[in-house]
């Protein structure tokens, strides 16, 4: 019995398809999903989740959230997610050096404005993990 | 009869009008669009998360958390979304009339200035106004939310509650009030949720009913699943609110410039009319003189 795996965020639903397995970065470690899993309620950490459907294997990055295990239902609500093809290596470090960059240079910012900030860099540090793992 | 000069110059004056109106118009629509596909992209996202609090409700007390629990409601918090400007329609004054029906006592808090004009100048107790930009970022919401949150623990105010134009489509936007906190009716709630998402059916889902697990345990998922959700929630009504304020502008100027569209045809209609009276009137003088002669 296959599993319906939702990641959802903000601005998009980011995958929506039947798998056979998945692993969710909590914040407790990686847990792995099968089909019959029991109810389960968790925070999803930032960090790399693995879908296996057939012999395939995609990997997502996903940013801090929520996931929810409902029957055959996998649910996950992340601030952020994007697949690996997505990740532009190049943009993210430039992005991410940015970010950086401002972080250092603003002296009093704006609580929320820097906490957006840091966010994003720890993101950027994720996406960049994703993509280099297989080197 | 107006003179002829006149009517020239009425017709010139509805022209830059109708010019002014178009050009909002377009404006309006532009950024309707956006505002429109942000509410809806937002869309999903609230719906699972309100489904995630629904699975939740059925397994934890009232008890375990400040944001469930009912209590005796002595100050209402109200946070009132308007507009920064006007020129869009009966948007505001529908929302004014919904501030005005409340009799029982309630601090406001308000993002828009139009609202916060009005709440001063009928001397209602305004706690404080927020700005927001035309796109809306989710930390200038989160601002706002995180004050509000903070005066509901300390018992400055027993519920928050929204009252902003409810975007159904482009004609029609509703005003509404939304309670968002106490969460002490959560099935009503995730009913609103799936509604404006267009979903009618509010039937139980096909639930397991093993013991949910909470990791690492229930209090910590919530504490940081309902403040989350509250922030979540206010931004998806001020995004629902931008998308209302658009729609109803372009409405609104697009209702102006036809009215002038029309005005100028019954405008242009009387001035021929009044040039070919003084021509008449002329010939007529030009063949009584020469009678004369």
Known sequence: ?????????????????????????????????????????????????????GAQTLHL?????????????????????????????????????????????AKDMDPNEFEHLQSMVRFAGVQLAVKRRRR | MPSTRDIRRRIKSVKNTRQITKAME?????????????????????????????????????????????????????????????????????????????KTPVKFYVVGRKGAQFISRTKRDMVADFPVSDRVAFTEVKVAAEFMVKHFLEGIIDTIEVIYPRFRNTLVQEPTVRPVLPL?????????????????????????????????????????????????????????????????????????????TKLLGDLTLEYNKARQAAITQEILEIAASSFAA
């Open chain 1, 1 to 53: 019995m296959p599993l319906t795996l939702e990641i959802v965020t903000p601005e998009a639903k980011v995958y929506s398809d039947t798998i056979d397995s998945v692993v969710i970065p909590t914040m407790e470690g990686e847990v792995g999903i099968l089909p019959g899993h029991i109810p389960l309620l968790t925070k999803v950490a930032n960090g790399e989740l693995r879908v296996t459907k």
């Open chain 1, 61 to 105: 990055a996903v940013g801090g959230g929520f996931a929810e295990i409902d029957g055959d239902k996998v649910s996950v609500l992340a601030e952020r997610a994007i697949t690996e093809e997505q990740i532009d290596e190049k943009a993210v470090e430039d992005a991410m050096k940015r970010a950086e960059q401002s972080m250092r240079d």
């Open chain 2, 26 to 102: 377009l404006v309006a629509a532009s950024k309707m669009k956006k505002a429109q596909q942000a509410a809806l992209a937002g869309r999903p996202y609230t719906q699972l998360m309100a489904s995630m609090l629904a699975t939740l409700a059925h397994r934890v007390e009232e008890s375990q958390h400040p944001f469930l629990a009912e209590r005796p409601v002595r100050t209402r918090g109200i946070l009132l979304v308007t507009t920064d400007k006007g020129l869009c329609g009966p948007l505001n004054a529908n929302l004014f009339k919904l501030v005005t029906d409340i």
């Open chain 2, 184 to 260: 002490a009716n959560l099935q009503e709630f995730v009913a609103h949720v799936k509604a404006d998402a267009g979903h009618s059916q509010t039937g139980t889902r096909a639930s397991d009913t093993r013991e949910l697990l909470f990791e690492p345990n229930a209090q910590e998922v919530l504490e940081a699943l309902l403040p989350f959700y509250v922030n979540r929630h206010l931004y998806q009504l001020v995004l629902s609110a931008k998308a209302s304020e658009h729609s109803a502008r372009m409405v609104a100027m697009k209702t102006a410039k036809d009215n002038a």
